[in-house]
């Protein structure tokens, strides 16, 4: 796959790699190949779900349902699962989602045999199904550059994408004759079983996890963290804000395929399946195409061409009535999705820091998910006050009017950053007996700049901004002394001392360069000044000698 890029976005010659490349790397060939049950037995769920649904109620509402269902707990759950894969071992907390998904999977293939499946309970059972794999998902997609090379990485992302596509290309024709043969019952109990392989493989994976030194993070802090690291890192926002409109637009390919099949082309479960199984085909070209498209134009671009290319298929859906017509449109659904999905989350991958990797991965398939959950509800509101065609044809036109998106939030040319984490190189004096809860903390930073550089200097401060705020500060400001112009003073705060401890073993090589070139201005032979305080230090006085302090029996001050 492609490094770095050149101004127009095309890699260089020398970075590329074939698609296959990381399956010569064998940790990952085991899960990725174990990952193609998995995901047979995810697709089986949903053909047997949507479909046994079709039977349980005649409303398209309840039928566009199960997929909101499947996918709301990747909303809901996705983004806690993130933080959790950051703080602990996200080998076990996979498996721990996989395990579930597969218990669930078989309670509802036994509600089925017992004849006692409504179309509540199917949709309870989707929802808690949904809700494993939403905490296995973050931990897998984050422990990638655990198991390839970074030279690999996005090959192995898109790897990813193509196990999916390849299970999607034949596993929903084939859960429709099953579904047809022996009912979706038999689909329901074959999908607890087809999760068993992956979660061997994980079990098999001997992970070196190296703790941190500091006590994991609150899980109310972890989720703030996260979520103001990717609002505060232009390029993690506006993927997320891109795949989210895209998503929106697109929900209703997979969404109102049972009421194409059934409505527009007069067919069954079998029919509904060969659509799906056109659209992974699609998926699967695509996937296997995401390196040499990165290598020769940029994301932006390819974002837009997909949007028009996604809109032009729908409207041609709407208006189809052949089978064949049909399946060639959704074959080029198929691709354009999975290259617009596949870039954007390359595009995260390779920016976002691997301190926060799996809350970003996290926040990013949400707010896909939440776009195609959002989306099947109300493009099936609108299959069900007009009807199928109309909802597919408002559809088409909705998706490609995202390429204009382009000219309002553009997507960052691609480049391949160092994110991994620096040695800040000295450690705080500290004279206070502060334990990891002390706080808040206060720090100051003073700048000695020439009046004559003020402007440059300001602009490099508010990226300063962004770096101090996507790394866990608080309440950021600069200001400039009234009496001698020359001297500015920026702040921020931290929650705790452990909070602000964690801020330090988080900058990059990037924050770096930023602190150099603000830096760069000072005119201080000492340097800038460092001051941080303990804000409502009343913990730390003793009014007497013989007074209890409750810190004897804490932690002291852990050294960064």
């Not at 974002?303 to 052949?322: D, E, K, N, P, Q």
């Not at 999705?337 to 870039?343: E, K, P």
């Not at 000698?545 to 852990?558: L, M, N, W």
């Amino acid at each position: 796959m492609s490094g770095s890029s050149d101004a127009n976005g095309a890699g260089t010659a020398g970075t590329r790699s074939s698609a296959f490349a990381p399956l010569q790397e064998a940790t990952f060939r085991r899960i990725w190949l174990a990952s193609l049950f998995s995901n047979f037995g995810q697709l089986f769920l949903g053909v047997g779900a949507a479909w046994e649904m079709t039977r349980l109620s005649s409303s398209p509402s309840m039928v566009a349902l199960v997929q909101t269902a499947m996918m709301v707990p990747l909303v809901l759950v996705t983004l806690p699962a993130g933080a959790i894969a950051d703080m602990f071992d996200r080998r076990r907390i996979a498996m721990t989602g996989l395990g579930f998904s597969a218990v669930c999977a078989a309670v509802l293939a036994g509600i089925g045999f017992l004849g006692l499946i409504t179309p509540e309970l199917l949709l309870l059972f989707c929802m808690l199904i949904g809700a494993g794999v939403a905490l296995f998902s973050p931990s897998w997609q984050a422990s990638i550059p655990e198991q390839v090379s970074r030279a690999h990485l996005p090959a192995a992302v898109a790897l990813g994408t193509i196990s999916y596509n390849m299970a999607r290309s034949f596993g929903p024709a084939l859960g429709g004759v099953i579904v047809v043969l022996y009912g979706a019952k038999t689909v329901f109990g074959m999908t607890a079983l087809l999760y068993l392989p992956l979660l061997t493989a994980f079990f098999l994976w001997r992970r070196d996890h190296v703790p941190s030194r500091l006590p994991p993070e609150r899980i109310d802090r972890a989720l703030i963290s996260g979520v103001r690291y990717a609002l505060n890192a232009p390029a993690i926002r506006t993927a997320m804000l891109r795949v989210n409109f895209f998503a929106l637009s697109t929900a209703t390919a997979s969404a109102l395929a049972p009421l194409v099949a059934k409505d527009l082309l007069g067919g069954d479960a079998a029919t509904f399946g060969m659509l799906l199984c056109a659209q992974g085909i699609g998926a699967v070209i695509g996937a296997l195409l995401v390196g040499r498209i990165r290598e020769r134009i940029s994301t932006e671009l390819a974002v837009r061409i997909y949007a028009v290319g996604t809109g032009l298929a729908l409207v041609a859906i709407g208006f189809s009535h052949s089978l064949i017509l049909t399946c060639a449109a959704f074959v080029v659904v198929g691709g354009c999705n999975i290259q617009t999905v596949a870039m954007l989350n390359v595009a995260v991958q390779l920016s976002a820091p691997r301190w926060v990797t799996a809350r970003a991965l996290s926040l990013f398939s949400s707010a896909t998910t939440a776009g195609i959950g959002i989306g099947a509800w109300a493009w099936g509101s609108v299959a069900a006050a007009h009807d199928v065609s109309f909802a597919m044809i408002l559809s088409g036109i909705a998706v490609a009017s995202t390429a204009l998106l382009g000219f309002i939030l553009p997507i960052a040319r691609d480049q391949e950053e160092d994110n991994s984490s620096v040695e800040i190189g000295y450690e705080p004096e500290v004279s206070l007996a502060l334990t990891l809860r002390s706080g808040p903390v206060v720090v100051d930073v003073e700048y000695d700049v020439d009046p004559d550089r003020a402007r440059d200097f300001y602009g490099v401060m508010m990226k300063m901004q962004g770096v101090r705020k996507r790394i866990g500060g608080f309440q950021w400001s600069i200001a400039r002394d009234i009496e001698n112009p020359a001297l500015w003073t920026e702040r921020y705060h931290c929650p705790t001392w452990g909070d602000y401890l964690r801020m330090r073993d988080r900058y990059t090589q990037a924050d770096f360069d930023i602190q150099a070139e603000a830096d760069s201005f000072n005119r201080s032979r000492h340097g800038r000044r460092v001051r941080r305080r303990l804000e409502r230090p009343f913990g730390s006085v003793r009014w007497k000698a013989d007074s209890y302090d409750p810190r004897q029996e804490t932690v002291d001050f852990i050294s960064p």
